[in-house]
């Protein structure tokens, strides 16, 4: 069973470009979250997301960021018109449709603002 | 609202020894309490986690957790540390009242474990 896939691992990006992080979560699970990592810092909560559906979109900046999970296909982050400070590292979490369980974190992607 | 506080940014052991990385935490309903580690550039990795039942948890690598409710702390532990275990140390709540709830983490505390 795979576990939580994230691509690209890197992502270099010049300011006022867009950037697409994809997730793809493990095998039977409906539930992503999105979280950023700043530098030497924990991670912070963006969405969460379940299939077709934004349940919880607290903790992503009002402007230039979207996130979507449709019926087909990988959970996408998108980033409009990226800033050095979007520069962080952010990963993709994904959990069971039942159950109290743990979230299970993709590797991340890197993203550095030029 | 849920918050958790890592009050030590670094620990520093002799291999060997017994570690304990702190945690407490604030909720208002049930806690469900989490202990992620995290090595350069890669993901988290669940360790362990306490839901109900027994307050000392026991989890990968060794790795150990005791939930003190009255203290609302969630300590990891490991009886003798490894070089290997040196790494960052997340720990996380999340309000067991509510479903699949955003998990809430901690600063993180950065182990180093010294041969």
């Known amino acids: 069973n795979a576990g939580v896939m994230q691509n690209p691992r890197h992502l270099v990006r010049r300011r006022g470009q867009e950037a697409r992080l994809r997730c793809s979560p493990m095998k039977g699970h409906s539930h992503v979250y999105w979280y950023r990592q700043l530098p030497e810092e924990g991670l912070k909560f963006m969405v969460y997301?379940?299939?077709?559906?934004?349940?919880?979109e607290s903790g992503m900046p009002k402007e230039r960021f979207s996130a979507e999970f449709p019926k087909e296909g990988p959970s996408i982050l998108r980033i409009q018109q990226v800033v050095r400070g979007d520069s962080a590292a952010y990963f993709c979490?994904?959990?069971?449709?039942?159950?109290?369980?743990?979230?299970?974190f993709g590797p991340g992607t890197r993203l550095t603002v030029t | 609202a849920q918050s958790v506080a890592q009050p030590e940014d670094q620990v520093n052991v002799a291999e060997g020894n017994p570690l304990t990385v702190k945690c407490t935490y604030s909720v208002s309903g049930n806690p469900y309490l989490f202990w992620y580690v995290q090595y350069p550039n890669r993901g988290l990795q669940f360790l362990l986690k306490?839901?109900?039942?027994?307050?000392l948890v026991k989890g990968s690598y060794g790795f150990e957790a005791e939930f003190n409710k009255s203290q609302t702390s969630f300590h990891l532990k490991k009886p003798s540390a490894l070089v290997s275990d040196s790494a960052l140390y997340f720990c996380?709540?999340?309000?067991?009242?509510?479903?699949?709830?955003?998990?809430?983490f901690g600063k993180g505390t950065r182990l180093s474990v010294i041969a």
């Open positions: 979490a994904s959990s069971a449709r039942q159950g109290l369980g743990e979230q299970y």
């Open positions: 996380a709540v999340r309000d067991g009242v509510s479903g699949n709830t955003p998990l809430v």
């Open positions: 306490y839901i109900t039942g027994d307050n």
């Open positions: 997301l379940q299939k077709e559906n934004i349940i919880d």
